[in-house]
């Protein structure tokens, strides 16, 4: 039988392919407020202001492309059952090729209502830019597909019985500074092997179980290859 591989990944591994983190410096919370952009409130008082925030991180994404740490992970899925789940709202693991990607936060690519039926339907966006006149079947104006700060984190319990069935747990890219995704990673059972792979991994706290690899994703491929015992 296959084994299970679960990656739990954040900005850190799509930095690489030119996408800015979330808080390492020079990163994208530097030069926005987040309770202007990325809050229910920001939307209540400028809906405006917080579509052309995620159609600017929107046009972004849509110009870079997978890293060999996505490439990587997509790969695997070749001799082993990987899923992966994410923090990031960038499509470069289905864009990769991985087949089993679980948004934590949601997808950039989506929008949905933001009237009362938020989950109900997802709408993929042609292109960059959601505008004020994009609206939902329900009439309200669509939204970023995007959980902002202070929102429940509607996929957490999909994760969790997925992470119990790890026998690699596999976390890259990660301050592990957002709740409640974050504390996901106490969910993988004793019996896995445990990874986290981050180039600071001396800023923060980690469980003593997990094996650290003090690198960038995609230098570290050569160690998980080592760890997975793949050529
Ligand atoms: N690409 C994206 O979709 C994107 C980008 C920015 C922020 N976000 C959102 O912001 C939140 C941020 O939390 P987070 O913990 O994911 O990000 P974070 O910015 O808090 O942490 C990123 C981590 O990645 C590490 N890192 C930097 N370069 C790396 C590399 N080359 N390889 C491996 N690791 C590297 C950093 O040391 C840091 O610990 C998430 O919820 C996510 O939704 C998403």
Not at 23 to 48: C, F, H, Q
Not at 69 to 90: C, G, P, W
Not at 165 to 172: E, L, Y
Request: charged share 25%.
């Amino acid at each position: 039988m296959k084994k299970n591989i679960i990656f739990f990944s954040g900005a850190g591994l799509s930095a690489e392919s030119g996408i800015s983190t979330f808080r390492d410096s020079g990163g994208l919370w530097e030069k926005y407020d987040i309770s202007e952009v990325a809050t229910p409130d920001a939307w209540i008082r400028n809906p405006d202001l917080v579509t052309d925030f995620y159609n600017q991180r929107r046009k972004q994404i849509i110009t870079t492309f997978p890293n060999d740490a996505h490439r990587f992970i997509a790969e695997l899925d070749n001799n082993f059952e990987i899923t992966v789940i994410t923090q990031n709202i960038d499509d470069l693991h289905e864009r990769a090729g991985s087949r089993h990607v679980l948004h934590l936060h949601g997808n950039i690519r989506l929008a949905k209502s933001s009237g009362p039926n938020q989950e109900k339907k997802l709408y993929p966006i042609d292109g960059w830019e959601l505008t004020k006149n994009d609206v939902c079947d329900d009439g309200y104006r669509l939204r970023p597909h995007v959980v902002w700060f202070g929102e429940e984190v509607p996929a957490l319990n999909d994760a969790i019985p997925i992470i119990k069935s790890a026998d690699f747990f596999i976390v890259i890219g990660t301050s592990l500074q957002v709740y409640p995704a974050a504390g996901l990673i106490h969910y993988a059972p004793s019996t896995a092997t445990k990874v986290i792979l981050d180039p600071n991994l001396d800023s923060f706290s980690i469980p003593s179980d997990f094996i650290k690899i003090k690198k960038k994703s995609t230098e570290a491929i050569v160690d998980l290859k080592k760890l997975l015992k793949i050529d």
